[in-house]
């Protein structure tokens, strides 16, 4: 499967210390997109589900798996989570397509099977959300099973880092105007 990014520890993508798994690879196009980064498909790094696994901290809460767009890579995102499923108790899913749509891509009835939350819809930046954990407010919080509640996705918040070579990284729901400023330093997605 091919990976954007992996990041151990992050507490604003989801209820409690979860991993966060970002996907390669989106065809989407949504405008606006905050991300954009990880639309090239070419792009990324290639792993195998165990390696991904295995870098996993026995001390998350749960995983929260994004893009790109996961649904793209159907059957490394079922393996994924089938193997997930046996390890930790909460996974949560981001996707550009809506539920009716993944429902209709190969393994998709199964994944949606194996996971706890799925925030769904393209985003429309026309339509930015100031609550909850979605970019847009025609994206859908669907509670797949009884382990959250609509309140452990209300929070919005983002977690910025410095690497030791100066790069910044955000995590999360910033602000447009915490987006726009950071743009007009100069900064990058």
């Not at 070419?42 to 870098?55: F, H, P, Q, S, Y």
């Amino acid at each position: 499967m091919h990976i954007h990014s992996f990041t151990p520890s992050t507490f604003v993508n989801g209820p409690g210390n979860r991993a966060m798994i970002h996907f390669q690879g989106c065809t989407l196009a949504c405008p606006g997109c905050f991300n954009t980064a990880t639309h090239p498909k070419e792009a990324g790094e290639e792993v195998t589900v165990n390696e991904l696994i295995d870098r996993i901290p026995a001390t998350a809460d749960g995983i929260t798996i994004s893009g790109g767009e996961p649904f793209m890579q159907p059957e490394d995102l079922y393996h994924l989570v089938t193997e997930l499923r046996s390890k930790f108790d909460s996974i949560v899913v981001f996707s550009g397509f809506y539920l009716h749509e993944i429902k209709n891509i190969r393994n998709g009835n199964d994944i949606i099977n194996m996971i706890d939350v799925l925030i769904d819809g393209r985003f429309e930046k026309d339509k930015l959300a100031d609550n909850g954990l979605r970019g847009s407010d025609n994206q859908t919080i669907h509670l797949l099973s009884d382990r959250h509640t609509y309140d452990d996705f209300a929070q919005r918040n983002v977690e910025i880092t410095i690497n030791n070579i100066g790069e910044l990284s955000m995590t999360g729901f910033p602000s447009q105007e915490l987006i726009t400023g950071i743009a007009g330093l100069g900064g990058s997605n």
